[in-house]
């Protein structure tokens, strides 16, 4: 079992092969931390970790123990204002006006499996065996209020989830501010802090920063998780890599307003917490309520920064994703956004389809501008009927068409939006978030519906099902296009306003969980104006999401490289759009945009009418090509191998299960002349086994491959005076391992 108690020296050591973690219960009833790192050899006592001395200016925890200070332990879940002058992780506003508690020890159960933390999103287990979860009872008697802290630990992964529930046990009522999902205190500060940061059509990039005295945070206000920022940290070593060195990552399963924080004291001991941003938060707790927090997964390697990519990629792939997609090869597609906006018309997106299945795509997707009034920006969201001047048969006519042609047929919704000008609105304007009597703001000319409002998703369900129920549509994208302003709910209470936030994530869960209950058979893909809502609570209901709205090839390296730093490459929806790029008006070649896209669930954004018979023939290449990878490709081991945030090259490579066949993809942005030679060493491979290597003539060792590199150098080491490659160069080597004779 990974978890053993110590009742001895009431210590819990949860580890496994990879790591350990370690803490233990003060006779005071305080948990602390003691350590977590590689894995150590389990033993009953480990009290040497738990350092304390008097510190001038310290505030005692009493005057019969002078020596022991909040301030300076290694807490495991602190509350402040009691002697720990650090932030702390909760704010429990109490009927005196007190926010002090005192939360002690009270038992602890340990169990096989992973409790479920329903209606928020989670990782899971298939069978018990696969984890085990310790409960740690904490217990304020003042208050009579409970807090359970939960840990749950994968044999075979090094990844720890944590949680917190809190229930007001007692008669007063209690209003909670703060209730963070995990605090980590660390005994150094010897750190760096990686980061994904990002704007709209540039998200997930790659930042790090050494740490500082003092407080760095990323974090949303937005009402989503943001294009600015991902809910994703990352603390490295100064001498890790990819391939070496010791890491933590932490990713909370949450969609809406997040912090993540982390605060270094003067002692240069680290202190990280992650959990529901507590500004705008207040959550009133009558008797017997309880409030669960979002869960956050940590994952350590001692292995570089790829290893732990790797950990979650595997964990979010197979146990967080769900249903019959999670473990299936995604259809190749074609979406008619770039290729024709809101221009719908039934003739144009049956001779689209047409094309579409011509080229040997397997999924035909219609972009917004289908559903009633629906001709600009400006009007219809929340009207969600066929538009029957635009499809005069009706969604279910041009479904079984498409269908006809071999193809499957999606849809685009955007279930939380609403126009003015629609006559949802018209009918029901207290369904959009705004405080009465005050300016209304908007954001892409569209406003926000309540939905922590049961009775507004109750309606867009309805008005959903009634579409999904008539046509044939097996995929679905759905759209979120602006963050949320003046989040007043005009159904709730002026002491319910604080919840509104976490309520409307929890509103949007809800209508997922409906619809892909009711129709296990359709593929969702969410979006959020391209990648403002890319993160783990999304992958829970939609196995698959758009990566950002920005196709370019070029950019697109640095937004999937980034986005690989946690999420699976089954998880990144990435499309060959048209040149030039509707974002950059960048022309980059074909094959430069598909061998970007193909590191994805990969598709097309364009008109297939306009293209020429040599760029038709070259994209069923390209999709032959895929459809024989494509399992590789999105479910193999993938490894990043040159950083596009470090230079002019970007390579990466996936790896099949059994080590044989791998994929790399090499791009250089722009050409060069007169350079020195290159290599790429890889990675995964079976040192022993000679792998044959596409476009080249030699077969190669493994561990050649991995050791003395594979040779890149090209012409751009002289003067390019026998090449036509130029700017934009991506080249693709298929890598297969040769039976012994």
């Not at 758009?546 to 699976?568: F, H, N």
Request: overall charge negative.
């Amino acid at each position: 079992m990974p978890i053993h108690f110590k009742e001895s020296s009431m210590t819990f050591h949860l580890f496994n092969q990879k790591f350990s973690y370690i803490l233990k219960i003060l006779p005071e009833g305080i948990p602390v931390q003691l350590y977590f790192g590689a894995p150590l050899i389990d033993k009953e006592n480990w009290d040497y970790l738990l350092e304390s001395v008097h510190r001038p200016m310290q505030v005692a925890y009493s005057l019969e123990k002078p020596e022991l200070s909040l301030e300076h332990l290694r807490l495991e879940y602190p509350s402040s204002l009691s002697g720990d002058m650090r932030p702390g992780a909760i704010d429990l506003l109490q009927e005196n006006g007190s926010r002090v508690v005192d939360f002690q020890y009270e038992g602890h159960s340990i169990q096989r499996g992973k409790p479920s933390i329903a209606p928020l999103p989670a990782c899971y287990v298939e069978e018990d065996q696969e984890a085990e979860t310790l409960q740690i009872r904490l217990y304020d008697k003042e208050i009579q209020t409970e807090l359970v802290l939960s840990y749950t630990l994968y044999e075979d992964w090094p990844v720890l989830c944590r949680n917190a529930r809190i229930t007001n046990s007692g008669s007063q009522k209690l209003v909670l501010n703060k209730l963070m999902s995990m605090s980590l205190d660390l005994p150094d500060d010897d750190w760096q802090e990686l980061v994904l940061p990002g704007a709209w059509a540039r998200e997930r990039n790659i930042e790090v920063h050494p740490l500082h005295t003092g407080s760095q945070s990323i974090y949303s206000l937005r009402g989503h998780s943001s294009h600015h920022y991902n809910p994703f940290l990352c603390l490295k070593r100064p001498d890790t890599s990819e391939k070496q060195g010791e890491c933590i990552g932490l990713s909370l399963v949450y969609s809406g307003n997040f912090l993540a924080d982390v605060d270094v004291n003067p002692y240069h001991t680290t202190r990280i917490s992650m959990g529901i941003h507590p500004y705008t938060f207040s959550w009133p707790l009558a008797s017997g309520e309880s409030f669960q927090s979002p869960e956050v997964v940590l994952v350590y390697s001692d292995e570089g920064l790829n290893a732990m990519s790797q950990a979650f990629h595997s964990l979010f792939r197979s146990r967080l994703a769900r249903g019959e997609f999670r473990d299936k090869p995604r259809p190749l597609l074609l979406n008619s956004w770039e290729g024709i906006y809101m221009n719908v018309e039934e003739k144009k997106v049956l001779e689209m389809a047409q094309a579409t299945a011509d080229l040997g795509l397997e999924l035909f997707v219609l972009d917004d501008g289908w559903f009633k009034g629906r001709n600009s920006d400006r009007s219809a969201l929340g009207d969600w009927v066929c538009d029957p001047a635009k499809l005069p048969g009706g969604l279910k006519n041009l479904s079984e068409k498409v269908e006809a042609m071999g193809l499957q047929f999606g849809l685009w919704f955007e279930p939380e939006m609403v126009s003015l000008d629609s006559d949802l609105y018209r009918n029901h304007p207290e369904w959009v978030l705004h405080v009465p009597q005050r300016r209304l703001s908007a954001g892409r000319n569209q406003f926000v519906l309540d939905f922590s409002n049961p009775d507004v998703v109750d309606y867009i369900a309805t008005a959903m099902e009634a579409i999904l129920d008539e046509a044939k549509i097996s995929y679905i994208k759905w759209d979120m296009n602006r963050s949320l302003s003046e989040v007043y709910s005009s159904a709730s209470s002026p002491e319910q306003q604080g919840t509104i936030y976490h309520r409307f994530i929890l509103g949007v869960y809800a209508l997922y969980e409906r619809l892909t209950c009711k129709y296990p058979q359709i593929l969702f893909e969410s979006c959020a104006s391209g990648g403002a809502r890319f993160d783990p609570g999304m992958l829970y209901y939609a196995p698959q999401a758009w990566t950002s709205d920005d196709t370019d090839a070029v950019e697109r390296l640095k937004i999937q490289y980034g986005t690989s730093m946690v999420y699976p490459i089954s998880s990144m929806g990435s499309h060959v759009s048209a040149v030039p790029n509707h974002q950059l008006h960048r022309k980059t070649s074909l094959q430069m945009r598909s061998a970007v896209a193909m590191f994805g669930t990969f598709g097309y954004e364009l008109d297939p009418l306009l293209l020429s018979s040599q760029e038709k023939a070259e994209i069923q290449e390209q999709i032959a090509f895929m459809k024989k990878y494509r399992k590789l490709i999105q479910f193999g081991e993938f490894y990043r191998l040159q950083s596009p945030f470090e230079g002019n090259e970007t390579a990466w490579m996936v790896v099949s299960p059994d080590r044989k066949t791998a994929l790399v993809g090499y791009y250089r942005v722009l050409q060069q002349i007169n350079v020195g030679f290159r290599r790429l060493k890889l990675q995964g491979l079976l040192p022993d086994a000679l792998y044959s290597i596409s476009n080249k003539e030699e077969m190669e060792y493994g561990l050649e491959l991995e050791r003395a590199g594979m040779v890149l150098s090209d012409d751009s080491s002289s003067e390019n005076r026998n090449t036509d490659e130029g700017d934009y160069l991506a080249r693709l080597y298929l890598l297969q391992a040769q039976e012994p004779e």
